[in-house]
């Protein structure tokens, strides 16, 4: 079961109300249907499908197709790649949130998909949302609506803009079906890559001109971060005659009178060359990615897709460029040899909780790469190894296979050498021995012979 969250304006009351819920299954063998968290506000909801990311998803959730894809996150602030947002949409600060597929998710899967909740306005509906990726990139989204069916009927893709800023995006789209969901997909990249940020999306009957823009919750100050109305697409335009809808519109997005604080949890402030985990926590250096060391609690510093394959005498390159893979003694060099830098992240210092299981931190020369002086339970660079680990046991597990396979090999093949060895000598003393006659005929004397 899946928990998603629903809400209906309730209009023209006044005073005491009752509420009832009424719910049908669907016949089917082990479905149900529950509630959880009621509350009632004296302002308007949001619409389904809009949302501005500051509390939350507003039911919109990462696609659970495929385990290696790219994740979206809520953020706030600057991105680690240059030309990512600095603020947010809504608010124009660096507190506010929005969503950003970061580009140094290294997934095997190089997309992140963005599904929206089953929505029902039609069958002409707008689509509207800020989006920001790195200008030049080739970085781009792909707006797709599907039916229950998961057919496509609508699909449409958005290039970078011509500048690195929040683009305003808006589609009328036309001749919906009765119900549908819509889906981000956001792409880093290849060539060049670039974080893909979106922000208030907005989703509503009608054509986009009806409507009113998004708007921000607190007073706008003077943005630094002018926006553009006309993106560049990759889509052919709508040729369909608009159709005429008999559809109640659905409450539209009301103005409250009650004053609403928004409270921003406080987030990590990740700086250049470290990585940010995602969890308003914790920022690990470049260094230390996908080095088989879960620095993240949640595990985002080893979510790499496989590709740190390298050698011993090499080091992982998170960038990949110049390669994914480069000498060990071009770190703590003094010079850059990763494009972002990774390969003098972790130089002059122990970062915290750089040695495990009670390994000590060695620093032997200004500027060089921490090593860890390992106790005698734990190995491993930085003593991740535990003996007596699944790893160590894998190890351990391995070799004694191998003993226990070749030793009795070994042993066979002495024990044939041996035999053969015997077979052979006792065969040539045979056929060499001399050769006697033991006839009493002949060994008699003659007058003892018979004739």
Same mark, same amino acid.
Request: net charge negative.
């Given at each position: 079961?899946?928990?998603?969250?629903?809400?209906?304006?309730?209009?023209?009351?006044?005073?005491?109300?009752?509420?009832?819920?009424?719910?049908?299954?669907?016949?089917?063998?082990?479905?149900?249907?529950?509630?959880?968290?009621?509350?009632?506000?004296?302002?308007?909801?949001?619409?389904?499908?809009?949302?501005?990311?500051?509390?939350?998803?507003?039911?919109?959730?990462?696609?659970?197709?495929?385990?290696?894809?790219?994740?979206?996150?809520?953020?706030?602030?600057?991105?680690?790649?240059?030309?990512?947002?600095?603020?947010?949409?809504?608010?124009?600060?660096?507190?506010?949130?929005?969503?950003?597929?970061?580009?140094?998710?290294?997934?095997?899967?190089?997309?992140?998909?963005?599904?929206?909740?089953?929505?029902?306005?039609?069958?002409?509906?707008?689509?509207?949302?800020?989006?920001?990726?790195?200008?030049?990139?080739?970085?781009?989204?792909?707006?797709?609506?599907?039916?229950?069916?998961?057919?496509?009927?609508?699909?449409?893709?958005?290039?970078?803009?011509?500048?690195?800023?929040?683009?305003?995006?808006?589609?009328?789209?036309?001749?919906?079906?009765?119900?549908?969901?819509?889906?981000?997909?956001?792409?880093?990249?290849?060539?060049?890559?670039?974080?893909?940020?979106?922000?208030?999306?907005?989703?509503?009957?009608?054509?986009?001109?009806?409507?009113?823009?998004?708007?921000?919750?607190?007073?706008?100050?003077?943005?630094?971060?002018?926006?553009?109305?006309?993106?560049?697409?990759?889509?052919?335009?709508?040729?369909?005659?608009?159709?005429?809808?008999?559809?109640?519109?659905?409450?539209?997005?009301?103005?409250?009178?009650?004053?609403?604080?928004?409270?921003?949890?406080?987030?990590?402030?990740?700086?250049?060359?470290?990585?940010?985990?995602?969890?308003?926590?914790? +920022?690990?250096?470049?260094?230390? $990615? %996908? !080095? /088989?060391?879960? *620095? @993240?609690?949640?595990?985002? =510093? #080893?979510?790499?897709? &496989?590709?740190?394959?390298?050698?011993?005498?090499?080091?992982?390159?998170?960038?990949?460029?110049?390669?994914? +893979?480069?000498?060990?003694?071009? $770190? %703590? !060099? /003094?010079?850059? *040899? @990763?494009?972002?830098?990774? =390969? #003098?992240?972790?130089? &002059?210092?122990?970062?915290?909780?750089?040695?495990?299981?009670?390994?000590?931190?060695?620093?032997?020369?200004?500027?060089?790469?921490?090593?860890?002086? %390992?106790?005698?339970?734990?190995?491993?660079?930085?003593?991740?190894?535990?003996?007596?680990?699944?790893?160590?046991?894998?190890?351990?597990?391995?070799?004694?296979?191998?003993?226990?396979?070749?030793?009795?090999?070994?042993?066979?093949?002495?024990?044939?050498?041996?035999?053969?060895?015997?077979?052979?000598?006792?065969?040539?003393?045979?056929?060499?021995?001399?050769?006697?006659?033991?006839?009493?005929?002949?060994?008699?004397?003659?007058?003892?012979?018979?004739?």
């Amino acid at each position: 079961m899946t928990w998603v969250s629903g809400s209906v304006n309730l209009l023209g009351h006044q005073g005491p109300l009752a509420v009832l819920f009424t719910g049908t299954t669907s016949g089917d063998h082990d479905t149900a249907v529950a509630v959880d968290d009621i509350q009632i506000h004296e302002e308007s909801c949001l619409p389904a499908g809009s949302c501005q990311f500051e509390e939350d998803f507003c039911n919109w959730r990462n696609s659970a197709n495929h385990s290696g894809e790219m994740q979206w996150y809520r953020n706030s602030g600057a991105t680690m790649t240059p030309g990512g947002p600095s603020v947010d949409h809504t608010q124009n600060t660096e507190g506010g949130i929005y969503l950003l597929l970061d580009s140094q998710d290294l997934s095997v899967l190089q997309n992140g998909y963005l599904d929206s909740e089953l929505l029902s306005y039609g069958p002409d509906a707008c689509f509207r949302m800020f989006y920001q990726m790195t200008q030049g990139s080739d970085a781009k989204i792909d707006l797709w609506v599907k039916d229950l069916s998961k057919v496509i009927v609508h699909k449409q893709t958005i290039s970078a803009p011509e500048k690195s800023k929040w683009t305003l995006f808006k589609q009328d789209i036309k001749n919906l079906p009765s119900i549908y969901r819509i889906r981000i997909s956001g792409h880093p990249g290849k060539l060049r890559k670039s974080d893909v940020a979106i922000d208030d999306i907005e989703v509503f009957a009608g054509k986009c001109s009806d409507g009113p823009l998004p708007t921000s919750d607190v007073p706008a100050t003077a943005s630094a971060h002018p926006t553009e109305s006309t993106p560049r697409t990759l889509a052919p335009p709508e040729t369909s005659p608009p159709s005429e809808t008999t559809t109640a519109e659905p409450p539209t997005m009301g103005s409250s009178t009650a004053s609403v604080e928004t409270v921003t949890p406080p987030t990590a402030r990740c700086g250049p060359g470290e990585f940010d985990c995602r969890d308003d926590k914790h +920022c690990v250096p470049l260094g230390l $990615l %996908c !080095d /088989g060391v879960r *620095d @993240c609690l949640n595990g985002l =510093d #080893e979510k790499c897709g &496989g590709r740190n394959q390298c050698e011993k005498t090499l080091a992982f390159c998170p960038s990949g460029s110049p390669d994914w +893979c480069i000498n060990r003694n071009f $770190l %703590c !060099d /003094g010079h850059n *040899d @990763c494009s972002d830098g990774s =390969d #003098e992240t972790v130089c &002059g210092s122990c970062p915290a909780s750089f040695c495990l299981n009670g390994g000590h931190c060695n620093v032997l020369a200004a500027g060089e790469r921490p090593t860890c002086t %390992c106790p005698d339970t734990a190995s491993g660079e930085r003593c991740e190894l535990v003996a007596g680990s699944s790893a160590e046991l894998q190890i351990h597990s391995s070799a004694a296979t191998a003993w226990a396979i070749a030793v009795p090999v070994v042993l066979l093949c002495v024990g044939v050498v041996i035999i053969g060895f015997h077979y052979h000598r006792r065969r040539r003393t045979l056929l060499s021995a001399p050769v006697f006659l033991n006839n009493p005929s002949y060994d008699a004397a003659s007058d003892e012979a018979r004739i």
